[in-house]
């Protein structure tokens, strides 16, 4: 156990190390940011997130609009700060799709200052009939959650995405007067039901007795109970990527994985996952780490590049994993 913790205080120095690097970055980047805002101009509308802004370019596409979309692939949407120039480019577009529930915990000024200066922030995940961090039947880690807050990763069911393409679709209709907008929601919907089925498929063939996920933090509580898995535990407790476990809560989690069989920890590509490692390695007995696409697409190449893209990915990780 304390070689977990040792690795956790290692990478807790890594965040600060790569902080101070980022600040410098921001800055030497303040003109081509400013440039790129002016780019972004004739956006019908900007999300916040990758996975919304991949089936917001759809949308967008489909009626012949454009869209853009604030965080790049790799971007964690639980740490992710904006500039000033990327305010200024959410006010300018005038319409913005965010997550919400918490998610975006480094954008809350920002977007209360985009509304500020007039553009009209909507938050999806409230509109998809969230769930509680403790509700998901499946699961047991909600005893490490905030029971009382509702789960802002819902777009881990590729269903309740596609009842947000065809709100996206109606907002956009709604603010430019363009029905084509509604109607490419609707097609963008039943685009992702497929998708949706085609993970069903995919998952299939995970015997019961195998659905049983850990996880890097609470964030499978919409896929466990969309596809029928449960969560048995998280490496960090809580819904973001940015809270801290305990020492007694790690060595519980070695347990659990230890007494469930569990072969697998499925980490996230968009955080860091030495402290998941240092877990898998002190619960032994073949345990991997598998990183999925949780809170964002994946680069060019990796064919998670879209939202469809990376949930079928995730989606075939997890059954060759588990299966």
Known sequence: MRRIIHSYRIVMRMILIRTA?????????????????????????????????????????????RSSTLMGPGDDPHTFSASSAEVAGMAEAGLVFANGLGLEEGLSSALAGAAADGATVVEIAPLVDPIGFAEDPHGDEGEHADESGEDPHFWLDVARMARAA?????VLADETGDDAYRACGETVRDALLETDAEVREIL???????????????????????????????VIPGGSTD?????????????VIRETGTPAIFSNTAAASSLVDAVAAEAGTDVTVVPLYVGSVGPEGSGAETYSGMMVTNATLIADALG
Not at 166 to 170: I, S, T
Not at 207 to 233: E, I, K, M, N, Q
């Open 204 to 234: 299939a063939a995970v015997p019961d007795a195998r659905r049983v996920l850990v996880t890097d933090h609470h964030s499978f509580g919409y896929f466990a109970l969309a596809y029928d898995f449960r969560v048995a535990g998280v």
């Open 21 to 65: 690097a980022l600040a410098v970055v921001v800055t030497l980047a303040a003109s081509t940011l400013a440039a790129c805002a002016d780019a972004e101009t004739d956006a019908v509308a900007v999300a916040t997130t990758t996975p919304l802004g991949s089936v917001l370019s759809d949308i967008a596409t489909c009626a012949g609009g």
């Open 243 to 255: 809270a801290e476990p305990s020492s007694a809560e790690l060595a519980a989690l070695v347990e």
């Open 166 to 170: 065809e709100v996206m679709g109606g």
